[in-house]
């Protein structure tokens, strides 16, 4: 059974050029929220590792209220862009490896299709 989940929009036409294109369609229903994300994002990558033990201080520099800390953790977590590893925040390659999946599964159908 599947611990964490989440659902992201996908607009077929629209190229995703960048994090904050991910993130806006992952915050789809608080885009607001994709702006504050992008900056926990690049705080992981720089720090390497966030303790949850320092949510308080991250709420301060994110401008975020306790609730839009924890949607931010929560649907960063379901979506398998972070995880948590013994007590810190750590950036994940889940969603990366199951866009690939995705990605590998329907070309080949595409290449059955043009064959």
């Known amino acids: 059974m599947v611990k964490y989940e989440t659902t992201i929009k996908i607009k077929a036409r629209e190229r995703v050029p960048d994090l904050r294109t991910i ?3 992952l915050f789809y229903r608080k885009p ?3 702006k504050k994300a992008e ?5 992981l990558i720089e720090r390497k590792r966030i303790p949850d033990a320092e949510w308080a201080e991250m709420q301060k520099q994110l401008g975020s209220t306790h609730q839009e800390y924890y949607t931010m953790l929560s649907k960063l977590r379901d979506a398998g862009l972070i995880t948590k590893r013994s007590g810190d925040w750590i950036m994940s ?3 990366g490896n199951r866009c690939q999946e995705m990605a590998d599964i ?3 159908f595409v290449n059955r299709w043009r064959s």
Do not use: P
């Not at 900056?39 to 705080?43: C, H, R, T």
């Open 23 to 25: 993130l806006e369609n």
């Open 39 to 43: 900056k926990l994002v690049y705080a």
């Open 32 to 34: 607001e929220l994709s």
């Open 106 to 108: 329907w070309q080949a």
């Open 93 to 95: 390659e889940q969603f």
